[in-house]
């Protein structure tokens, strides 16, 4: 079963190149234009594995209001970060706030793909372990 990656990215062109590449990996990719749609989304339905979310600078309010409803949510899905702001403050902050990883833009696709299949297998390996497999 493919799974499904939501993408909050205000960026069409970049929607464009990230759906291809995600496409062509084999994901099934939702995107939504701001964080408060992609919210909104989280709320009604449960059937995602992974959020990417874009945070355009050091205002982490969004990620916040989002890791609220993945954690209301029946199952742990990891969130992937990426942004131009790539100081040590705000990436703790982000991870503290329930990041799982974080790339900084601009970045390649590849890396992308890199760190997407990471958090999928730390998340397999966290469950592993939490339901003590």
């Given at each position: 079963?493919?799974?499904?990656?939501?993408?909050?990215?205000?960026?069409?062109?970049?929607?464009?190149?990230?759906?291809?590449?995600?496409k062509?990996?084999?994901?099934?990719?939702?995107?939504?234009?701001?964080?408060?749609k992609?919210?909104?989304?989280?709320?009604?339905?449960?059937?995602?594995?992974?959020?990417?979310?874009?945070?355009?600078?050091?205002?982490?309010?969004?990620?916040?209001?989002?890791?609220?409803?993945?954690?209301?949510?029946?199952?742990?899905?990891?969130?992937?970060?990426?942004?131009?702001v790539?100081?040590?403050?705000?990436?703790?902050?982000?991870?503290?706030?329930?990041?799982?990883?974080?790339?900084?833009?601009?970045?390649?696709?590849?890396?992308?793909?890199?760190?997407?299949?990471?958090?999928?297998?730390?998340?397999i390996?966290?469950?592993?372990?939490?339901?003590?497999?």
């Amino acid at each position: 079963m493919k799974k499904t990656i939501i993408v909050t990215e205000g960026n069409r062109s970049m929607n464009s190149i990230l759906g291809f590449r995600l496409k062509k990996e084999g994901y099934n990719v939702l995107f939504f234009e701001d964080d408060k749609k992609a919210t909104e989304y989280i709320n009604k339905n449960n059937s995602f594995d992974l959020l990417i979310i874009n945070i355009y600078s050091s205002q982490t309010s969004n990620i916040k209001a989002i890791r609220h409803a993945i954690n209301h949510s029946t199952k742990k899905v990891p969130i992937l970060v990426v942004s131009p702001v790539c100081d040590e403050d705000f990436i703790t902050n982000i991870r503290k706030m329930g990041a799982d990883d974080f790339i900084e833009k601009p970045f390649s696709t590849g890396e992308l793909i890199v760190r997407i299949n990471r958090c999928f297998s730390q998340n397999i390996v966290s469950l592993s372990t939490t339901l003590n497999f």
